[in-house]
């Protein structure tokens, strides 16, 4: 977690400075959060964006296992 709030503070509040209301700030980090959990590429994951990774990944999960008897 502690890596995922200095990736925030290093992509988004820091370059913004200074922010005028806590609104903005609030509305900005909800946009980013968005961004990080829906929209951004991720090279471990193949360069899919983690909820579609997250999906194929339980899709596969729950797919019927296929047996062979000899």
Known sequence: MESTIGLCKTELIKPRRPWKTLSQVELATAEWV???NHSRLHGET????PVEYETNYYTELTKPQ?????
């Open 34 to 36: 968005d961004w990080y």
């Open 46 to 49: 193949g360069h899919v964006p």
């Open 66 to 70: 296929v047996t062979t008897v000899i």
